[in-house]
């Protein structure tokens, strides 16, 4: 797969503060790419040199294959986290001149805002004041401008603010399609879940610097730990979890279950085969529970910015 977007070695500084220490990502065609990292980590720094509002000090930023250049404007949809909306105008109004000033003409503008308002159920919304409407009203609408001129690359920066669990979904579902249809996405944003949801790559910055990048499966490999999650109900509780303390690195666990089971978390070497673990298990009674914990985007996020 092809890459829609390089940053090769990017740094920029800000007096004597780094925000971003010689940085470089890969983004494919395709893909949702989620950009992760702490308050402060330099995402917000990135996503600005990638919008040629800040230039960068060093390095270089290639766009489908071409240098960066102010053309590329109308080739990027970018939703910030800070809106920008002008509260005073109406909504009508200003979703046209911003679609404009991305290169539509008036007539395709309408056009298009007519199928986005019409698909989410806003058209009553037109002649509103956006100083009328919710934050997350408001943020069904800049989401429309932002993607209404159908760009290659669209960076949503926390695009579920402000929306309740119905809207989010609805948003969610959005972004995936325009992936399906063939837009790339960049994709920032502090919940997790969201990030497990959506997300084929993704990449961590931590202290102005890439701490890890890859596909969201790869990367959960290199932190899995071999750890399984057991439940057994067995009357020989405290002879199984001495033995199985003798053999393997063993802890309590604490999942939700209907019966008395004990419950525990077996980490095996590489070597181990876990059908043989789950064959002893059964010899002391009935197996209820058998699980790989496969680590979470958020553990992976914890784990990483603490040992960074």
């Given at each position: 797969m092809s890459n829609i977007l390089e940053v090769q070695n990017v740094s920029k500084n800000f007096g004597s503060f780094t925000a971003l220490n010689s940085v470089s990502i890969a983004v494919p065609k395709g893909s949702i790419f989620g950009l992760?990292?702490?308050?402060?980590?330099?995402?917000?720094?990135?996503?600005?040199?990638?919008?040629?509002?800040?230039m960068p000090d060093s390095g270089h930023v290639i766009l489908d294959g071409e240098p960066l250049n102010p053309m590329h404007i109308k080739d990027i949809g970018y939703l910030p986290e800070e809106r920008g909306l002008y509260k005073s105008m109406k909504v009508g109004e200003q979703a046209l001149y911003l679609a404009q000033l991305k290169g539509l003409s008036h007539k395709e503008a309408k056009k298009r805002l007519k199928y986005w308002f019409d698909r989410l159920e806003i058209g009553d919304w037109w002649n509103k004041k956006i100083q009328e409407l919710s934050k997350g009203m408001a943020q069904k609408i800049q989401f429309v401008v932002t993607v209404l001129h159908e760009p290659k690359?669209?960076?949503?920066?926390?695009?579920?603010?402000?929306?309740?669990?119905?809207?989010?979904?609805?948003?969610?579902?959005?972004?995936?399609?325009?992936?399906?249809?063939?837009?790339t996405v960049i994709f920032s944003t502090h919940r997790m879940e969201s990030v497990e949801e959506l997300c084929d790559e993704i990449t961590l910055i931590h202290k102005s610097n890439k701490i890890f990048e890859g596909t969201l499966i790869d990367i959960k490999k290199q932190f899995k730990t071999n750890t399984f999650e057991i439940g057994i109900d067995t009357k020989q509780q405290l002879i199984?979890?001495?033995?199985?303390s003798e053999k393997f690195e063993v802890s309590p666990a604490n999942f939700k279950s209907l019966g008395d089971e004990l419950k525990l978390n077996v980490k095996l070497s590489e070597s181990d085969n876990p059908n043989d673990l789950l064959s002893y298990l059964c010899n002391y009674g009935m197996v209820s529970h058998f699980v790989e914990l496969i680590p979470s985007v958020n553990d992976i996020f914890i784990q990483s910015v603490k040992n960074n």
């Open positions: 992760l990292g702490p308050n402060g980590a330099g995402k917000t720094t990135l996503i600005r040199v990638i919008n040629q509002i800040t690359l669209l960076i949503f920066d926390e695009p579920f603010s402000g929306f309740d669990p119905i809207n989010a979904n609805l948003i969610k579902d959005e972004i995936l399609k325009l992936r399906d249809d063939g837009a199984l979890e001495k033995e199985l």
